[in-house]
């Protein structure tokens, strides 16, 4: 509770407690899990001061990194500057990865039987129907009625689905393009922007956890808002690029990170493990979260002043649109190879009706659902 409108003060172990809790058992995407954060911790418990928690979220929408990861961290800085910045960053991402781990394992030891691939032969189509739902919900909210944004989306959109990759270019003239035409005074490229095009160039310059670990870090300063927007740019790197996975392989890596809690963007953890093994998983996981607390840790004490520029309200806009049609254009891009015939175009439609007729049934349920449904055809038709 609080006292005298001032957060209530608790152990950092208490606190940190919540955030494992949170990354244990928390599903339902980004805007689930920093909803949740306000409920347990502004509402109820009282640990975190309402502003606190709007800046937070500010932050986490106009710096890149996930979302929800990003506003955990900065409630950690509020709570305990470095150390709490660290502790609940640990927290909150370390029972996925550990899940994420198990499933990779199992993945590579069963992943040619034929109950496996039945697996994800239905999940694969539940997915497709979850990001298109995301995808159509993450544009009404950050799109709104702004023509400019929505055609910077409609391009990302097209040039995605279109080229199965993603351009790096086109986010950045995306960010430059609002700058321009709303805040045309001394336009400045963001530092964001200036550090992820070398880092990309630099990628496979030296052993393969270091190629891993630079390329998911590359991805990480990417990732504006939901998790789901890495999974475009993931695909274009992964499989079109380095040829890591296989088409396949990838679908399968985004439903694993579905139907785990925590961030999204766990998925990296999985690929790391399909690339190198375990300790790809932890290369691709540092690498991916490390921007996010570098981020976090810079610029969370001075937040307040540049909360309200408009020039990176402008960038980060154009960016987050960019993303957004991404997202919608990966959904076209894998559901080519998710949806193949009558059984996977039912279960997907199926699963997008289910999503948009009501919020009661959890998403990792209609997984599990789609993942028993593709077991049960699959083991008819081997019959």
Not at 34 to 45: F, I, K, N, P, S
Not at 136 to 148: F, H, N, P, S, W
Not at 252 to 276: E, H, N, R
Not at 355 to 360: E, I, S
């Amino acid at each position: 509770m609080t006292i005298g409108g001032a957060p209530a003060r608790v152990p950092l172990t208490r606190f940190v407690r919540y955030f494992l809790k949170l990354g244990t058992l928390g599903f339902g995407g980004p805007i689930a899990l920093a909803g949740y954060m306000q409920r347990d911790l502004v509402e109820e418990r009282g640990w975190i001061a309402p502003e606190d928690y709007k800046q937070g979220l500010a932050l986490a929408q106009l710096a890149p990194g996930p979302l929800a990861a990003q506003l955990a961290m900065y409630l950690g800085w509020v709570r305990g500057r470095l150390l709490g910045t660290t502790l609940v960053g640990i927290a909150f991402v370390a029972p996925s990865f550990l899940m994420v781990l198990v499933l990779s394992a199992l993945y590579v030891k069963f992943g040619g039987l034929a109950w496996m691939q039945a697996l994800f032969y239905g999940i694969g189509a539940a997915v497709i129907a979850i990001i298109a739902k995301s995808a159509v919900q993450l544009a009404r909210k950050t799109l709104g009625r702004d023509r400019l944004l929505w055609g910077l989306f409609a391009v990302s959109l097209v040039v995605t689905a279109w080229t199965a990759t993603e351009i790096i270019w086109l986010f950045v003239l995306s960010g430059l393009i609002p700058m321009f035409v709303r805040a045309p005074a001394r336009p400045s490229l963001p530092t964001t922007a200036l550090v992820v095009v070398p880092w990309l160039g630099g990628v496979g310059s030296v052993g393969v956890l270091w190629k891993v670990f630079w390329y998911f870090a590359a991805a990480g300063l990417f990732v504006f808002g939901s998790g789901l927007a890495i999974v475009p740019f993931l695909h274009g790197g992964v499989v079109e690029r380095f040829h890591w996975l296989t088409e396949r392989q990838f679908l399968d890596a985004v439903a694993v990170s579905m139907i785990t809690p925590g961030p999204v963007v766990i998925t990296v953890a999985f690929i790391g493990y399909l690339v190198a093994g375990p300790l790809g998983a932890i290369a691709a996981a540092i690498g991916v979260f490390a921007p996010v607390y570098v981020v976090t840790m810079l610029a969370a004490p001075y937040f307040h002043r540049i909360a309200g520029n408009v020039r990176i309200k402008a960038f980060v806009d154009g960016v987050t649109a960019a993303a957004t049609g991404a997202i919608a254009g990966a959904v076209i891009v894998l559901g080519r190879r998710a949806i193949v015939d009558v059984p996977t175009i039912v279960i997907g439609a199926s699963t997008l009706g289910v999503l948009l007729m009501t919020k009661r049934v959890p998403e990792p349920v209609l997984i599990a659902i789609s993942g028993i449904v593709g077991l049960l055809l699959k083991g008819a038709a081997a019959h």
